[in-house]
């Protein structure tokens, strides 16, 4: 713990400041701490906190104020309650004043021993802990009782100060700091005698006259009194050219250097609390072997501004200097050493010639030393290595992109891009308040151009003041229109471009062209197997390139939902990525990287969903380049096919795009169509609309007919799967044309089932049944066994809405009977999801429950409740282990449905209720089930009597009904109010 009292009162824990309640808080503090562990009364606080005029309360309020005080303390600290006063007890914690006052006796008695050089550091060492006047923030009261006994304090040692310097004859360098210190202070005769002397052994004899007489006339007129002993005595001597004030012939004793090289702080420095106070707290550690701080992150960053910052606050703890090198450009260890040593006082031709040397003569003049070692940009350990302090008294912070093995002990401090808010009070303050609130729209469109970095932001700020001519708007639009963005983040010394470049640089020869590949992927984020494939080599060599581009901070670690590693591109580091491809990439070579990404997110994108429908085979539906990854990952990433989907999801919605805007109408077509069974079970409804028609879009443009037809069976489903019958069958009549044409009888069977679906729910059944034997008399005659099974199972639809239960029982059974043929042997629906489901704990497959729920339907009207309970929990567990939301929620209303036949209204409304939230979720409140689960409990409202909710909820599956086009439908739910208004049934 820290208390300082010479400047504003503060309190320091662990490299943070404490925060203090107000001026009388503080005060109490102050007195308390001044008294150097003497009881400090109560009367006495009184008249520092409220001079003479006190409030009744005064007790209490004194109190308070020394019990928010103990809050804040630590063994370090005590406060004792005493009568009639308080005391304070330090115990290990620092005190700035205490500490002023040891430096200053050990100095004073070093100039009485003749110890001139020893003297004048520790002088100015205690001079160095004033950080302002003192008690600058108290009551005015304890500032009248304490603060010019301070100040005279600190002037008295300044004048010591002066007379170590000269005797060690340094009077050239002190005449500018004594005038103006006379200036400050005209009275003082002592500090006016220093000047005369220093200016009389610089030749200047008539100027230290001059300054004599300055003083006298001050003095008279002032006080009107004459010079005092001490300054008469130096006119005398100087009127006589007394040897005495002649300067050392030799100088016996010379101080070492105190190296300050550290470049100028920033004044607008922004954010960074908690890791600046990271840092302070390894430079305060006073332990026994001196640990480095390494400061690492991405080029931009700002690890040099930190590393700055954190040593200019830390000054005053290393009184004999601040070394200082930025290592970037490939400064070598033996130049760097030798700048360090000359700051240390060696000569040029006292340097020695090799590194070893070098190394030992610095680590021997530092070794008993409290000097502060800043290494900013270190590249590597051979660089670092050699210019680290061996003794304890020395700190270092280092500062590097990289993790580095040797500090291998070091205390890490990873800096991240800046959050929204800090970022906008650096580019507020860089361009000033004014301008940033007259133009904030443009200025926050900036700040996130800029993507949290702060170099950025520094550029385009200073841009503007450089500019005050400009608009803030008018930066922005050459941000957002400029081909070559990084040329609008350079100004003079500070250039995004080549910060970036300096890391890119040091990459191997390999990671180089991984990186600028990756970069023409327009993907959020990737997993390492896609630097295989752009590369053209195994997946473990491409995890350790990936690794080696995060260690250069050139690419971000990201986690995915099942917790594993992903990268991703800095906003402003793709576009210099893709620079260096244009530059450095021929290219055939650019192409055939982008085709090798496509394909094996492809390759393992029809895997995954080959898994998710759960056949043992799936034909390949185009031409598109597949490329297989070498090893097993395909096998272990579909091992769970959901989790690869929920992984890869952005990629691929990315590389549709990509693919679709650069002419490869195969690629996007074929890997939208991957994606389709798994938009449909999590209910990804937008990106599945915006893939299709953006495939669709480039199929029709590059003539590819079975892309086109593909894009239009999936849009025909997606509509179907929306409640949209009319669009479903409007893209499904299209696309059976489309097939029919081809020659695609797979493909044709599945659209006349879509048209089938279509024309039952809009209440065309003969349509419907026509349009589902056409279907299956194709899938049979084509051999298409999963075909079949889907035109049987729509076939069976069909006939029970006709009444024909019986043969529709035939159909839904034939269906279960060839999906289970059909069905992966490895693959259960159990495992499609669920990593740790036992294979083979669930018999039934995906795709058999539209069949299983047919039946159980069926058995539901027959009345046998517990055939179809039975059928209905094995369809729920199939939808419920895969995944499928919709498909849950379709069996729930059912489970609803048989609820209510028994009776059990209480369990019916949670089902349809259940079912409801699902639907809700995945943004299908139109759906068929919706109607079904409002007619559900628009039912059981009536059933109990509520006829106000009774009438709500008819009306509103009427108007669902009617929606569907589900005439049929809609009419019956009207007779149902009809009766619950007690009123007949009029029709037409």
């Keep these: 713990m820290e208390f300082r009292v010479l400047g504003p009162v503060e309190v320091w824990k662990d490299g943070a400041e404490i925060p203090l309640d107000g001026s009388k808080q503080r005060t109490v503090l102050a007195a308390l701490l001044l008294a150097d562990g003497r009881i400090v009364s109560d009367e006495r606080l009184s008249s520092l906190l409220w ?7 005064l007790n209490a309020q004194i109190c308070t104020y020394v019990s928010r005080l103990r809050k804040s303390a630590d063994p370090g600290m005590e406060i004792l309650r005493q009568r009639p006063g308080y005391l304070i007890r330090l115990d290990g914690a620092r005190y700035d004043h205490g500490d002023f006052e040891r430096l200053a006796q050990t100095g004073r008695a070093a100039l009485r021993d003749g110890r001139h050089a020893d003297a004048a550091e520790q002088l100015r060492a205690a001079l160095a802990l004033w950080r302002g006047p003192a008690l600058a923030n108290v009551t005015e009261f304890l500032l009248g009782a304490e603060q010019l006994r301070l100040e005279e304090a600190r002037i008295a040692v300044l004048e010591s100060r002066i007379d170590a310097d000269l005797a060690l004859g340094r009077h050239a360098p002190l005449v500018p700091e004594l005038t103006g210190l006379v200036a400050e202070h005209p009275l003082r005769e002592g500090l006016r005698a220093q000047l005369m002397t220093a200016l009389y052994r610089c030749d200047r004899q008539a100027d230290a006259l001059a300054v004599y007489h300055d003083g006298r006339k001050v003095l008279v007129d002032e006080l009107g009194v004459d010079p005092g002993p001490t300054l008469s005595k130096a006119h005398h001597d100087i009127l006589v050219a007394c040897p005495t004030l002649d300067a050392p012939a030799t100088r016996i004793e010379i101080a070492a250097p105190r190296p300050a090289m550290l470049p100028a702080d920033l004044g607008d420095f922004t954010g960074r609390t908690a890791e600046l106070a990271r840092v302070a707290a390894v430079l305060g550690d006073d332990g026994a072997t001196a640990v480095p701080c390494l400061v690492t992150g991405m080029p931009g960053v700002g690890k040099s501004v930190l590393a700055v910052r954190a040593a200019h606050q830390a000054r005053a703890d290393f009184p004999d200097g601040q070394l200082y090198v930025d290592l970037a450009g490939d400064v070598e260890p033996a130049e760097a050493l030798a700048w360090f040593l000359r700051a240390l006082g060696v000569e040029d031709d006292a340097l020695p010639a090799g590194l070893d040397e070098r190394i030992q003569m610095y680590r021997t003049l530092v ?3 409290r000097v502060l070692v800043v290494l900013d940009n270190a590249r590597d350990d051979a660089q670092v290595a050699p210019l680290l302090p061996g003794g304890p008294t020395c700190r270092v912070i280092v500062t590097s992109r990289a993790h580095l093995p040797a500090l291998a002990a070091a205390h890490p401090v990873a800096l991240e891009p800046f959050g929204t808010d800090d970022a906008l009070v650096l580019f507020a303050a860089v361009i000033g308040v004014a301008r940033y609130d007259a133009e904030r729209d443009a200025a926050e469109r900036i700040v996130a151009r800029c993507a949290g970095l702060p170099l950025a932001l520094r550029v385009a700020g200073t841009r503007l003041v450089a500019r005050p001519h400009w608009p803030v708007s008018r930066l922005l639009d050459r941000l957002e229109t400029s081909g070559q963005l990084l040329d609008e983040f350079r100004l003079g010394a500070l250039d995004l471009r080549e910060s970036l470049h300096r890391a890119y640089r040091t990459l191997p020869a390999l990671a180089r062209t991984g990186l600028r590949r990756l970069a023409l992927l327009d993907v959020p984020d990737f997993p390492a197997w896609a630097l295989a494939a752009v590369l053209e080599v ?16 050139l690419l971000e670690l990201r986690i995915d939902c099942g917790g594993r590693q992903r990268y991703a591109f800095h906003d402003l580091v793709r576009p210099f990525a893709r620079e260096r491809a244009e530059d450095e990439e021929p290219p055939r070579a650019s192409r055939a990287a982008l085709d090798r990404a496509f394909g094996a997110w492809l390759s393992l ?9 759960g056949v043992s085979t799936r034909p390949a539906r185009g031409d598109a380049p597949r490329w297989r990854l070498a090893g097993g990952l395909v096998n272990d990433l579909a091992e769970t096919p959901v989790a690869w989907f929920e992984a890869e999801h952005g990629a691929l919605v990315a590389l549709v795009a990509q693919a679709a805007a650069s002419g490869q109408a195969a690629a996007a077509w074929e890997l939208a169509g991957a994606c389709e069974d798994y938009f449909e079970l999590r209910g990804h409804q937008h990106d599945w609309r915006r893939t299709y028609q953006r495939a669709h879009t480039a199929a029709r443009t590059s003539g590819d007919a079975r892309g086109e037809a593909a894009m239009q069976l999936g849009l025909a489903r997606l509509a179907g799967y929306r409640g949209d019958a009319n669009a479903s069958l409007t893209y499904a009549d299209r696309a059976a044309a489309l097939h029919a044409a081809l020659g695609d009888p797979v493909g044709e069977s599945e659209a006349l089932r879509r048209c089938a679906d279509a024309y039952r729910h809009l209440g065309h059944p003969a349509s419907a049944e026509d349009g589902a034997r056409r279907a299956l008399e194709i899938a049979v005659a084509g051999g298409d066994r999963a075909g079949t099974a889907g035109a049987r199972t729509a076939l069976g639809d069909v006939l029970q809405d006709l009444g024909r239960h019986a043969e529709a029982r035939v159909e839904y059974q034939a269906a279960v009977e060839l999906s289970r043929t059909l069905s992966d042997p490895r693959r259960t629906a159990g495992a499609l999801s669920d990593p740790h489901h036992t294979a083979g704990a669930m018999s039934e497959p995906r795709r058999a429950a539209g069949a299983l729920d047919g039946l159980a339907r069926l058995d539901l009207e027959a009345g046998r409740y517990a055939d179809a309970e039975s059928g209905l929990a094995r369809c729920l567990a199939v939808y419920t282990l895969a995944g499928d939301q919709a498909g849950r929620a379709t069996t729930l209303t059912h489970l609803g449905h048989l609820r209510l036949a028994e009776g059990r209204h209480d369990a019916a409304r949670s089902l349809y209720r259940d079912a409801l939230a699902l639907l809700n979720g995945l943004g299908l409140q139109r759906r068929y089930a919706h109607a079904c689960a409002v ?32 005439a049929t439908r809609a009419t019956g739910v009207l007779t149902e109010l009809d009766g619950v208004l007690g009123r007949p049934r009029v029709t037409a």
Excluded: K, M
């Excluded at 001079?51 to 309360?57: C, I, V």
């Design 367 to 369: 070794a008993t030393r």
């Design 935 to 966: 007619t559900g409990l628009g039912r059981i409202a009536a059933a109990q009597g509520e006829s106000g909710r009774a009438v709500h909820l008819l009306t509103t599956a009427a108007e669902l009904w009617t929606g569907l086009g589900l």
């Design 51 to 57: 001079g003479e005029n006190p409030p009744a309360t």
């Design 605 to 613: 994108a029809t895997e995954c969903s080959r898994r998710l429908d």
């Design 538 to 553: 195994p997946e473990e060599p491409a995890e350790d390139l990936a690794e080696a581009l995060l260690d250069a901070r």
